[in-house]
């Protein structure tokens, strides 16, 4: 079946321009998290989504991150005023609710701004 | 919170050599524990997985073990091959949450 999808798989902007990444996660699963992946770093948590339960946003670094899931399954990660701190690869991955569950990744999309 | 801390790298090694990559967690209760590899141009995977203490998590060779009283989850491998080449993540999820919390990764390249 289908795996975790995004898109773009690739985007340049300008700093101060806003951009929406999608995330299309695999039927059923429940559960749908962002991550960001820095060059040269590690996974950094940004969001959590489960059913129909309030998010877990705990995670974006600023107010200018803005995410949400329309109907329980699309997400979309929206930066407002990009900054070039924001480039990195961001990655969407979807479960089953429960914690032995593992993610399953999209490919990412490369967010580079200019 | 709850938390992964991995040994940092880089690490090479030459083939056929044993690895290990040291993972210690944070949390309470009792985490689910994961080790994620992200091959060269590839998107992360599920390598192993440990539920419960004294779990061991196999696959492709690797091994791990679920350790509360050290609260460890260290990656091994008896010998280990070019192909092996990736950055490995330790992570773990709490039953009470559900979120998955990373480590830093750390990149392995394997020479011949």
């Known amino acids: 079946g289908a795996g975790v999808s995004q898109s773009p798989s690739n985007k340049v902007t300008e700093k101060g321009k806003d951009v929406e990444l999608r995330c299309d996660p695999i039927s059923g699963h429940t559960a749908l998290y962002w991550y960001r992946q820095s060059l040269g770093q590690g996974l950094e948590f940004l969001i959590y989504?489960?059913?129909?339960?309030?998010?877990?946003k705990s995670g974006l670094p600023s107010d200018r991150f803005s995410a949400e899931r329309t109907g329980g399954s699309v997400s979309t990660l929206t930066i407002q005023r990009t900054q070039q701190e924001d480039s990195a690869v961001y990655l969407c991955?979807?479960?089953?609710?429960?914690?032995?569950?593992?993610?399953?990744f999209g490919n990412g999309t490369r967010l580079t701004v200019t | 919170g709850n938390s992964v801390t991995q040994m940092e790298g880089p690490v090479t090694l030459s083939e056929e050599a044993f690895l290990t990559i040291n993972c210690t967690y944070t949390a309470t209760g009792y985490p689910s524990l994961f080790w994620y590899v992200q091959y060269p141009g590839e998107g992360l995977q599920l390598l192993l997985k440990?539920?419960?203490?004294?779990d061991k998590g196999s696959n492709k060779g690797f091994e791990a073990t679920y350790r509360k009283e050290t609260t460890s989850f260290h990656l091994e491998k008896g010998s280990v091959q070019v192909s092996d080449s990736a950055v490995y993540f330790c992570a773990l999820s709490h039953f009470n949450n559900n979120d998955m919390r990373f480590g830093a990764g750390t990149r392995l390249t394997v020479k011949p």
């Open positions: 991955a979807s479960t089953y609710r429960g914690s032995t569950s593992p993610l399953h």
């Open positions: 989504f489960q059913g129909n339960s309030a998010p877990d």
């Open positions: 440990a539920t419960k203490a004294d």
